[in-house]
């Protein structure tokens, strides 16, 4: 079985699709990474449970798409 590029970018799909269907209030909330967890104070760096709240934020965002009108 060889590793393509096809099956790195539908790897890479699936993940990204993964990322973009966590329910905030029903998954990430009850792990303890709801939107109002993590939030520091002005000039601090962001830690790694924050950064990846900003990622999967990013991602439903972007993956939301435009919706018709």
Avoid at 11 to 29: P, S
Avoid at 35 to 58: A, H, W
Wanted: hydrophobic fraction near 45%.
């Amino acid at each position: 079985m060889a590793f393509t590029l096809y099956s790195l970018l539908q790897a890479a799909l699936l993940c990204v699709n993964a990322i973009a269907v966590l329910h905030e209030e029903r998954f990430l909330k009850n792990i303890g990474w709801g939107t109002d967890q993590g939030i520091g104070g002005f000039g601090e760096e962001p830690g790694i449970k924050s950064q990846l709240m900003n990622l999967i934020r990013s991602v439903r965002t972007v993956m939301r798409g435009k919706k018709k009108s």
